[in-house]
């Protein structure tokens, strides 16, 4: 919905990980993907959440872009339940890809596991090199997570 915007430019902000995009671009996102973004929330209160699109030339394949969960509530598995309820509720996305880069342990084990818990197969193969970016940035090797099941 909507009003995830900004809720999601905040968690961003505070993750201390994530590029922050502009407020702008997070209620873009919640307006025209809001099938794949999600906030997760503990009393109301924003502690996670996930943006994530179809790609364009592979429908039932979903591209995680963000995931993050407020510092304080990390380690209790949030990111993975944001992650499985997205695909229960797109049930004809077969693969899931991320970038991630070499240094992030914890989102390497986020999608690991998830991909255990779906039974799935999980790769890993060059995408953006440091390079490609205009600024300062590590390298972002692509995760595929293929043939999911439910
Ligand atoms: C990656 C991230 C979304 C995982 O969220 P989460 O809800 O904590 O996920 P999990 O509970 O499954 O924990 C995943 C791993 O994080 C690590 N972890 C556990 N507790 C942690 C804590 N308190 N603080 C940091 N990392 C922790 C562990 O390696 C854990 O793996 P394990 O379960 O095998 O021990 C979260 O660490 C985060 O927001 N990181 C910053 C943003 C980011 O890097 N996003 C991914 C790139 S887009």
């Known amino acids: 919905m909507l009003s995830d915007g900004a ?6 902000r505070d993750s201390g990980e994530l590029d922050v995009n502009t407020p702008y671009a997070y209620a873009l996102l919640a307006r025209d993907f809001a099938d794949t973004c999600r906030v997760a929330t503990i009393d109301d209160e924003p502690v996670g959440f996930v943006i994530g699109y179809r790609r364009p030339e592979s429908a039932a394949t979903l591209f995680v872009w963000q995931i993050a969960v407020d510092p304080a509530f990390r380690g209790r598995n949030i990111a993975g339940l ?17 970038t991630v880069t070499e240094s992030n342990a914890s989102s390497r084990r986020l999608f690991g596991k998830f991909a ?19 600024d300062s940035h590590d390298a972002e090797p692509l995760l595929t997570i293929s043939g999911l099941g439910r």
């Open 7 to 12: 809720q999601m430019w905040r968690l961003a």
């Open 82 to 98: 944001l992650l499985d309820g997205l695909v229960r509720d797109l049930p004809d996305v077969t693969t899931v890809e991320t």
């Open 116 to 134: 255990d818990r779906h039974g799935a197969d999980l790769a890993e193969s060059p995408l953006f090199a440091a390079d490609d970016f205009p």
